[in-house]
């Protein structure tokens, strides 16, 4: 009896596998079969959440150096097309600074994923707003320190 429910175990998933492979397409598939730079980042420099429409929950953490993204992470509560593009949105944020950050859209996340099928494509945009807050975030703290060197080398 174990045998043949371990097959139609493997079965079932093998047919799930093919049909969301055949749904979101070979890129997305693969980033939710491995969602990378999931998870917090302590002491971030900019943190982003926003919260979607659908429910959904997705946070994005920077971490900055030099003036350039060196660490990015997401987290979220949605389903697994918040998470490939919470994923993806924190990639693409990597390296650049935030003039190159600001250029980060929905509509750029769907394009490096292929798209997505048309409910799940607010996803793509909750990712990259939820970037945006970071980014703002993180431009605030940068202005509050600028202002706080003016204040002390008034003194």
Excluded at 59 to 66: G, H, P, Q, R
Excluded at 111 to 123: F, I, K, M, V, W
Aim: proline fraction near 2%; glycine fraction near 10%.
């Amino acid at each position: 009896m174990s045998k043949d429910f371990d097959d139609f175990v493997e079965r079932l998933q093998d047919q799930i596998f093919k049909e969301t492979r055949a749904v979101y397409g070979d890129i997305a598939f693969q980033r939710w079969l491995n969602p990378l730079y999931a998870g917090r980042i302590n002491n971030a420099d900019g943190y982003g959440r926003v919260i979607g429409s659908c429910g959904d929950t997705m946070e994005i953490f920077l971490k900055f150096e030099n003036g350039k993204v060196k660490n990015a992470s997401f987290q979220t509560d949605g389903c697994g097309s918040s998470t490939v593009c919470g994923s993806f949105a924190a990639e693409q944020s990597l390296g650049k600074g935030p003039d190159k950050i600001l250029n980060i859209t929905g509509e750029g996340i769907l394009e490096r994923l292929g798209g997505l099928p048309e409910e799940d494509e607010h996803c793509a945009f909750l990712s990259a707003d939820a970037l945006q807050e970071a980014l703002n975030d993180y431009m605030v703290k940068q202005q509050k320190k600028l202002k706080k060197r003016r204040l002390q080398k008034d003194y």
